[in-house]
């Protein structure tokens, strides 16, 4: 078990029932009762928004089950991005390194002790950037004992990082990004130069683009656990970031459970689980998936009518 547990950050905005189901699986953590909980309710957009926000509001000051609980209310809407940025970067100025989730992601009850104990295995190491609590399913080869791999792209469903490294990001970076370098991030999946160009177009409003990017650029890297601690429930009508099929990023939550962890110094990405990770962003599963999603469009418009 972790001597010392890194604090939670919890993004919520008008989504109660995601938010609900985010807390209770939370809680069920076999290190919830020792870990601090930060929640960063963000302001109603709209005025239609406003109702929602306080009902996730007044369900916020119900919750325990944690070491400490405190709630942040942003007056205005901030919009995810900023809230993230901001919020992360308060806490860090507190503490050495904090685990982020938003309002839509389900975690195993070993969740905590993975990303614990991997703050601490790498704390002293760079070269990693960040811990990812999500996986697509990968399938490792007979001998390969560790529990976690290498990629050199971040995920932002369920993640963990340290002070060290996230007051060094240049948030401005892409702004002046050189093109050959960013054409080259191809490498990451075949939707990341098309997200960048969303980015500078200020067409999309992410802040781990930035932070992808960042850490491409100087080749670091963010450690996955071979089993997912994290399955994003998030594909719902309310979802304001989140694609609203979700079919392909469906995962399977470890069901082992187990609190102890092999983990690696290797960094090389080229490992039989990354490649499959990166596939999973190739120009052929998205590809795949959009068709199937625009079947499914057609059949249920043709059965309904």
């Given at each position: 078990m972790p001597a010392d547990t890194a604090p939670v950050l919890l993004f919520v905005y008008k989504r109660h029932g995601a938010a609900?189901?985010?807390?209770?699986?939370?809680?069920?953590?076999?290190?919830?009762?020792?870990?601090?909980?930060?929640?960063?309710?963000d302001g109603p957009k709209h005025g239609r928004d406003a109702a929602k926000v306080e009902e996730v509001r007044n369900y916020l000051s119900t919750i325990a089950g944690f070491k400490s609980v405190t709630i942040k209310k942003a007056e205005k809407n901030k919009g995810l991005a900023t809230s993230i940025v901001e919020g992360v970067t308060e806490v860090?100025?507190?503490?050495?390194?904090?685990?982020?989730?938003e309002d839509d992601l389900l975690t195993s009850e070993n969740f905590l002790n993975y990303m614990n104990s991997s703050l601490q295995y790498y704390s002293d190491n760079k070269k990693v950037f960040s811990i990812s609590g999500f996986t697509f399913p990968v399938e490792a080869p007979g001998n390969y004992s560790y529990d976690g791999y290498f990629n050199p792209r971040g995920c932002s469903w369920g993640w963990a990082?340290?002070?060290?490294?996230?007051?060094?990001?240049d948030w401005k970076l892409l702004d002046n990004g050189n093109e050959k370098m960013?054409?080259?991030?191809?490498?990451?999946?075949?939707?990341?130069?098309?997200?960048?160009?969303?980015?500078?177009?200020?067409?999309?409003?992410?802040?781990?683009i930035p932070w992808c990017y960042y850490q491409y650029k100087h080749g670091l890297a963010s450690?996955?656990?071979?089993?997912?601690?994290?399955?994003?429930?998030?594909?719902?009508?309310?979802?304001t970031h989140t694609l609203k099929t979700g079919e392909r990023f469906v995962t399977i939550l470890d069901d082992k459970l187990s609190t102890n962890y092999l983990f690696s110094d290797d960094l090389n990405f080229n490992t039989s689980l990354s490649k499959q990770y990166t596939a999973k962003f190739s120009y052929y599963e998205r590809l795949k998936w959009r068709l199937l999603y625009e079947i499914k469009k057609i059949s249920k418009k043709g059965s309904s009518s």
């Open positions: 609900e189901l985010t807390i209770n699986a939370l809680k069920q953590n076999y290190l919830a009762n020792q870990t601090d909980l930060y929640i960063f309710s860090l100025k507190i503490f050495p390194s904090c685990i982020v989730l990082t340290w002070a060290d490294r996230w007051f060094d990001i960013i054409y080259k991030t191809k490498s990451l999946g075949s939707d990341f130069p098309s997200l960048i160009k969303k980015y500078r177009e200020r067409t999309i409003d992410s802040w781990a450690l996955y656990p071979v089993s997912s601690k994290v399955k994003n429930i998030g594909f719902d009508p309310d979802a």
